[in-house]
């Protein structure tokens, strides 16, 4: 199975970080010298991603706008010779072919997924979200495409997590394949203490096979009222296998202050205008603590 298409849901109303996000897409909000959504493409193409669906809402046009050729804007730099931002702002237009695809009304990322079937058609898929930033040596999406191509089966990236944050997101019944993967067997979404199976989570990135559309289509509301991703991947375990890849790398929640934050403070160190500043910063900070 090869992948080469991903799904990137980028729909939320990005309530955790108003008031920005008020007129601003959450994706769109930068991450030190780029916004939050390219780093997920960029991700998705270093995994050999060739084609991405962005499923998005009311409001989102930015994204848009910023994966498209901007003439007037590329002609005043070309013309002042600042070749290296002409560069920069091309760039994303360039990446995959990317298309958008509006989900209409806010009914769960399980929706929002399944609207992604015409595109997808028989292949399989990945499906990035769009708050969530890996920072890894091999792309997070990699690690679980080469999984899902060993085993002919569908990957959720995922990591151990306190007790604490377990009710936040989905518990996974595992077994032990080989060191990091794991089969899938149940899950259950934002479990209660006396409903988990162990303490992976799934954690912002699939690949998934095309008959999970068949059972988004016929799933009923779960948790919230919405149609719940988890849900389906529930029931796509028990009749396909599926594997749990315990990924390296690090994971960003970007769509809550705190975990912008993080992502902004370490991405800032490893970049080579800002980096050597930013130390210096943070200690005389420090001293005055």
Not at 27 to 47: F, K
Not at 48 to 59: A, F, H, Y
Not at 93 to 100: Q, T
Not at 259 to 274: P, V
């Amino acid at each position: 199975m090869k992948v080469r298409k991903a799904v990137i849901p980028a729909a939320g109303i990005g309530s955790r970080m108003l008031p920005a996000t008020k007129s601003i897409p959450k994706e769109m909000l930068p991450l030190v010298d780029r916004p939050v959504i390219q780093y997920i493409i960029e991700e998705a193409v270093a995994s050999g991603i060739e084609e991405i669906l962005v499923i998005t809402n009311r409001g989102k046009g930015p994204m848009e706008d910023y994966f498209d050729y901007y003439p007037e804007l590329e002609a005043r730099l070309e013309a002042d010779k600042k070749y290296s931002y002409l560069e920069a702002v091309r760039k994303p237009a360039d990446f995959a072919n990317i298309f958008f695809l509006r989900q209409k009304e806010t009914r769960g990322l399980g929706h929002a997924v399944g609207r992604a079937r015409a595109f997808v058609g028989d292949e399989p898929f990945a499906v990035l979200l769009g708050d969530d930033i890996m920072k890894s040596k091999v792309p997070v999406t990699k690690q679980l495409i080469d999984a899902a191509e060993k085993y002919g089966a569908s990957a959720v990236g995922t990591q151990a997590v306190s007790d604490e944050a377990l009710s936040r997101y989905s518990s996974l019944k595992v077994e032990a394949l080989e060191p990091k993967i794991f089969r899938v067997t149940d899950m259950v979404e934002k479990p209660k203490p006396s409903e988990r199976f162990s303490n992976y989570a799934i954690l912002g990135r699939y690949v998934l096979t095309p008959d999970v559309f068949d059972i988004l289509d016929n799933l009923a509301p779960g948790f919230g009222g919405e149609i719940q991703l988890t849900d389906g991947l529930k029931k796509l375990c028990a009749v396909s296998p599926m594997v749990a890849v315990d990924f390296e790398g690090v994971r960003y929640d970007t769509g809550n202050l705190k975990g912008f934050l993080e992502a902004t403070i370490d991405f800032a160190l490893d970049n080579e205008e800002t980096g050597d500043w930013l130390r210096e910063f943070i200690k005389s900070k420090s001293q005055c603590l």
